[in-house]
Every structure is written in structure tokens, then in C-alpha cells.
């Protein structure tokens, strides 16, 4: 069965760190390209960053550029997201997903198999 597990949220203060991790099982995770979304209270879900199958690219939305990284390991089929000055503006519940491909400014459509994990929240606040 194909799964995608987020994992690694928290709560962290203004200008923390956190790294969420997003564990594939039951495919190769190198195949897809694999986006970051988040939903933050009383919003829609969004796209925040994105990595290619491709050539290992990145794309980020404009919000996070210069404080996230996403980043593969596929030797442990796992996809990463490094996030550095958090903000409360941050504060969202954090979703992965495999996407068609990725968007200069984040991820695109999901695939058209899975379906949207429990996530894992995130809250930025002193």
C-alpha cells in the first residue's frame, strides 16, 4: 500500500528550527516529484515547496524562500523539509504529497493515486 507519513512537527518559538520528514513505503519515492503543502488555521490548503524527480530541483513559494529546504534521501526513500526562521505565520498543520511535477513557485497537481495524510502540525508561537 502506498503511504506517505509526515512526521517532525512541533511547537517551536519565533526563529526556530524544525525539519518535517515525509516517509514513503510501498514505492520509490525517486520517481515522483514530491511536494510540501500547508494549511494553516481557517485557510485553504497551499503549496509551499516542491522537489523534481528529475534533476533534484527545487522550487519554493515566496513566503519560505531563503528559510526552508526541501530535500531527498533516497537511500531512505524519505523527502525532507529543513524550515529556519519560523515565523507564526508558519503555524499550519504540514502535508506531502507526490505531485505531477513541480511549479517554479512550488509544487503542482497531485498524482492521481494516494490521498492526503494526516499531515503534521506545526505551531510557531512564544
Known amino acids: 500500500q502506498e503511504q506517505l507519513v509526515e512526521s517532525g512537527g512541533g511547537l517551536v518559538q519565533p526563529g526556530g528550527s524544525l525539519r518535517l520528514s515525509c516517509a514513503a513505503s510501498g514505492f520509490t519515492l525517486d520517481y515522483f516529484a514530491i511536494g510540501w503543502f500547508r494549511q494553516a488555521p481557517g485557510e485553504g490548503r497551499k503549496g509551499v515547496s516542491c522537489?523534481?524527480?528529475?534533476?533534484?530541483?527545487?522550487t519554493y513559494t515566496d513566503s519560505v524562500k531563503g528559510r526552508f529546504t526541501i530535500s531527498r534521501d533516497n537511500a531512505k526513500n524519505t523527502v525532507y523539509l529543513q524550515m529556519n526562521s519560523l515565523k507564526p505565520e508558519d503555524t499550519a498543520v504540514y502535508y506531502c504529497r507526490t505531485v505531477e511535477g513541480c511549479l517554479s513557485y512550488g509544487p503542482g497537481d497531485p498524482t492521481y493515486f494516494g490521498s492526503w495524510g494526516q499531515g503534521t502540525p506545526v505551531t510557531v508561537s512564544s
Open positions: 522537489i523534481s524527480s528529475r534533476d533534484g530541483s527545487t
